[in-house]
């Protein structure tokens, strides 16, 4: 008799402690999680978008009548400088849904992979699904002579026009 209380005693006695150290699991767990959370409060996700304003070379460094896409993956813009030597900065982000048009050189146009809009040269749109023009950052030049693109200020395409008409202040003389 004494032997079955003797064991059924080791066996609250070992339940008690299995429920003792599920506490302190839970609550160490709970300690950690905390510290975790903490911890990344004072490190926020946050998205590094990239300056409003940029410097893009020298005007020497662009070539009459030639598409500059050297800041495509790093701004979405590409730099034209015109036959007549002026600039304008035109902006990669498709008017469609906004997904990032490239620069065909062969073709001589801005081509949207994600639904096939086309823009030609100037940035108007000729096919597929885009409702407008791309639009167009303002472009401006140091003290220094280096050329500035400023993304806060934008010409926004508009349907059929051409953005060298609507914003004649879109293009650079230097
Ligand atoms: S996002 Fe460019 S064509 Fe649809």
């Given at each position: 008799m004494k032997g079955i209380f003797e064991s059924l005693e080791e066996i609250l006695l070992s339940r008690r402690d299995f429920l003792v150290k599920l506490g302190w699991g839970g609550i160490i767990s709970f300690l950690i999680g905390s510290a975790i959370a903490t911890v990344k409060f004072?490190?926020?996700?946050?998205?590094?978008?990239?300056?409003?304003?940029?410097?893009?070379?020298?005007?020497?460094?662009?070539?009459?009548?030639?598409?500059?896409?050297?800041?495509?993956?790093?701004?979405?813009?590409?730099?034209?400088?015109?036959?007549?030597?002026?600039?304008?900065?035109?902006?990669?982000?498709?008017?469609?849904?906004?997904?990032?048009?490239?620069?065909?050189?062969?073709?001589?146009?801005?081509?949207?992979?994600?639904?096939?809009?086309?823009?030609?040269?100037?940035?108007?749109?000729?096919?597929?699904?885009?409702?407008?023009?791309?639009?167009?950052?303002?472009?401006?030049?140091?003290?220094?002579?280096?050329?500035?693109?400023?993304?806060?200020?934008?010409?926004?395409?508009?349907?059929?026009?051409?953005?060298?008409?609507?914003?004649?202040?879109?293009?650079?003389?230097?």
């Amino acid at each position: 008799m004494k032997g079955i209380f003797e064991s059924l005693e080791e066996i609250l006695l070992s339940r008690r402690d299995f429920l003792v150290k599920l506490g302190w699991g839970g609550i160490i767990s709970f300690l950690i999680g905390s510290a975790i959370a903490t911890v990344k409060f004072f490190f926020p996700r946050v998205l590094f978008e990239s300056p409003a304003r940029f410097t893009v070379g020298k005007p020497e460094d662009y070539s009459f009548g030639k598409v500059n896409a050297s800041y495509k993956d790093s701004h979405r813009i590409c730099v034209v400088r015109k036959e007549d030597g002026s600039f304008f900065c035109v902006s990669l982000i498709c008017t469609h849904l906004g997904c990032t048009a490239n620069w065909k050189p062969s073709e001589g146009i801005f081509h949207c992979p994600c639904h096939g809009s086309k823009f030609d040269r100037m940035g108007i749109n000729f096919a597929g699904p885009a409702p407008r023009p791309l639009d167009r950052f303002k472009l401006d030049h140091t003290p220094e002579g280096e050329l500035i693109v400023d993304k806060s200020v934008i010409y926004k395409g508009i349907f059929g026009m051409n953005s060298d008409v609507i914003y004649p202040q879109s293009l650079l003389k230097v």
